[in-house]
């Protein structure tokens, strides 16, 4: 009979603590459901397929982002190349400045100010780097076309990694040129 009791009080003991174990387990779980579920919450959840495909894409995005705003400041480049040199023939063409030049330096202006602003130049105050000013209307032209095709030939080599001071520095000489064309032209 002792034995009998004896067993059955290490079953009921058994019993006792294989639920006791099953509840801690399940404390355990929650809390750690808890706990990933809040980590979800916070973007923290870096291990499932999904987020890492969430990420793969927005890093693809971000790339392609990049490289349509290098092809937009290279294809800007060069049509400032493009109206620089447009305006140098004209002037040699016409012997004179027109209206049509006016608004081609108008829009050679709003374009070196966006290449600018792209390539992490400053606002509109312009530090003239250019120590030689010229002396009249035809070599101001000469200069801005000159400077248009550095400007162009600078940002083809270099990729869309690279800010380039120099670039900044052409795009900031062809702003006080344009200044300058626009005295030149003015009555006095």
């Not at 793969?56 to 990049?66: I, N």
């Not at 063409?93 to 400053?122: C, H, P, V, Y």
Request: charged share 30%; proline share 2%.
């Amino acid at each position: 009979m002792f034995a009998r009791i004896s067993s059955l009080i290490i079953l009921v003991f058994a019993l006792t603590s294989v639920k006791a174990l099953a509840q801690v387990g399940t404390s355990n779980s929650n809390a750690a459901d808890a706990s990933k579920a809040n980590s979800h919450d916070h973007g923290d959840d870096n291990d499932s397929p999904a987020s890492l495909n969430m990420r793969e894409t927005r890093e693809k995005w971000r790339l392609e982002a990049e490289e349509k705003e290098h092809r937009e400041l290279l294809d800007r480049s060069d049509k400032a190349a493009h109206l620089s040199d447009e305006l140098k023939k004209s002037l040699v063409q016409n012997n004179a400045f027109s209206g049509g030049d006016a608004t081609k330096l108008t829009e050679l202006e709003k374009l070196l100010k966006k290449i600018r602003k792209n390539l992490g130049g400053g606002g509109d105050e312009n530090d003239s780097v250019n120590e030689v000013k010229p002396a009249s209307l035809a070599e101001a032209f000469n200069q801005l076309s000159e400077a248009g095709a550095s400007l162009n030939d600078g940002l083809k080599k270099q990729t869309r990694h690279e800010i380039s001071a120099d670039s900044i520095d052409k795009s900031n000489e062809m702003l006080d040129l344009i200044a300058l064309i626009r005295n030149f032209s003015q009555p006095k």
